[in-house]
């Protein structure tokens, strides 16, 4: 089991804090870093001092850390124009030496948009295929070749396809609960697919369905990684784990329902139990950013027992 920091600095996050976590993580051999793409928070908190652009963020810390990879869960589709998004995360793995990974979804929270002045479509899945055609065709027309597209909601003439990622090809995760047309896009686009905050039933239901769209679009299953992102909330004792839970606002008896909650024991033996069903990684949901002890905790008395 692979595990990963994913992060929500839409909740009250700088960008000093976001690469004091991502260090940290890199130090503590996590594979990876990721964070949310909102501009507005979410539930009773102020989200001061506001948001932070997902890829500036990364394209920082794509400056600022040397091995851990660096990704979205998810960048909002909506949010930005797919010629362009191109072009920013083909610029970022460059600069990371190519560590980045796009998490790419639709676009749901409809009160960022009307806060910030963003469009906010009816139709946002068809969007994201015509986005996701577009990203992949930009990046692999072969360099001095011309890209098209002529789609519903975007057209492209005579595009020289450039700038080209580091990586070929770069990976791309696509995620959610839709039933069918989701895995159908995993099936066609994803080298991952993710489904948050989950059941291990829930999971299992939605690996099935994802692997069968594969084999139905004529892709191994196996191609694929397949993963979770849950809340984390670790403590060597009770009082440690009751402790964390109110600190993000929550209760420790519905965290351990929903997400990774009690002793390291008590996650290393739900981990298992998703492993059982296929899933590969972990995104773990560090809500609490400033508590660097939780990530030390997790990487030593948790990671060893599951990597």
Known sequence: MDLRVFTEPQQGATYDTLLRVARTAEELNYSAFFRSDHYLHMGAVDGLPGPTDAWTTLAGLARETERIRLGTLMTAGTFRLPGVLAIQVAQVDQMSGGRVELGLGSGWYEEEHTAYGIPFPKEKFGRLEEQLEILTGLWNTPVGERFDFDGTYYQLKDSPALAKPRQSPLPILIGGHGAKRTPA????????????????????????????????????????????????????????????????????????????????????????????????????????????????????????HVA
């Open 185 to 304: 896009l995993a099936a066609r686009f994803a080298h991952e697919f993710n489904i948050p905050f989950a059941s291990i039933e829930d999971s299992e239901r939605q690996f099935g369905r994802v692997r069968a769209a594969a084999e139905e679009a004529g892709r191994a299953p196996s191609e694929l990684v397949y993963s979770n992102a849950l809340v984390a909330c670790v403590g060597r004792t009770d009082k440690e784990v009751a402790r964390r839970a109110a600190v993000i606002g929550r209760e420790v008896d519905e965290l351990k329902a929903n997400g990774l909650a009690g002793s390291p024991a008590e996650v290393v033996e739900k981990l298992g139990r998703y492993a059982a069903v296929g899933s590969q990684r972990v995104y773990l949901q560090m809500l609490d950013l400033d508590d660097l002890d939780h990530l030390e905790l997790i990487a030593a008395e948790v990671m060893p």
